[in-house]
């Protein structure tokens, strides 16, 4: 890829982990983490896990993107 197409990359991923960010943060302050029955609310792994993927790859596109002679 290009510097242009990983600056585009990144700009596409840290869109998603954004919508991702507003999805976790929905589940934490709605949910109640039924499992332990405490009083915490709770953010379903698999949601938390793709919203760190995604920021990671949106890291790494920009830094890719910045590297001279990419």
Do not use: F, K, W
């Amino acid at each position: 890829m290009t510097p242009d197409e990983h600056a585009a990359r990144a700009e596409e991923l840290t869109h998603e982990a954004e919508r991702l960010y507003e999805v976790c943060l929905v589940d934490y302050e709605t949910n109640i983490n039924e499992d332990d029955h405490s009083e915490e609310p709770y953010v379903p792994g698999a949601d938390l896990s793709m919203l760190i993927a995604t920021t990671q790859l949106a890291q790494l596109h920009a830094t890719l993107a910045l590297r001279p002679g990419s």
